[in-house]
């Protein structure tokens, strides 16, 4: 199982980024997904959730309406499109398959 993201970087506070994770070595369209985020000396904290069909996705409270979580069983990825960008939100986000798969994580970096 091999999870890689990407997409992160450095954004300005208001701005966008949609990061991808690219997954191999199971069969994706059978799993749910989720996307996690740590900031600096915080704790991992729960971002987004979207079912194995892509028909159900839950938020954290912190990015609802700024977030959308997404997948394509095509291509074996989930996507993350992130709006309106606080300098709260940067962090590591990774995502996650269940039973205790994670990738190496991509930067986030909100700044002026």
């Known amino acids: 199982v091999q999870l890689v993201e990407s997409g992160g970087g450095l954004v300005q506070p208001g701005g966008s980024l949609r990061l991808s994770c690219a997954t191999s070595?199971?069969?994706?369209?059978?799993?749910?997904m989720n996307w996690y985020r740590q900031a600096p000396g915080k704790e991992r904290e729960w971002v987004s959730h979207?079912?194995?069909?892509?028909?159900?996705?839950n938020y954290a409270d912190s990015v609802k309406g700024r977030f959308t979580i997404s997948r394509d069983n095509s291509k074996n990825t989930v996507y993350l499109q992130m709006n309106s960008l606080k300098p709260e939100d940067t962090a590591m986000y990774s995502c996650?398959?269940?039973?205790?798969?994670w990738g190496k994580g991509t930067l986030v970096t909100v700044s002026s």
């Open positions: 070595g199971f069969t994706f369209s059978t799993y749910g």
């Open positions: 979207i079912s194995a069909s892509g028909a159900v996705t």
């Open positions: 996650h398959r269940p039973l205790g798969y």
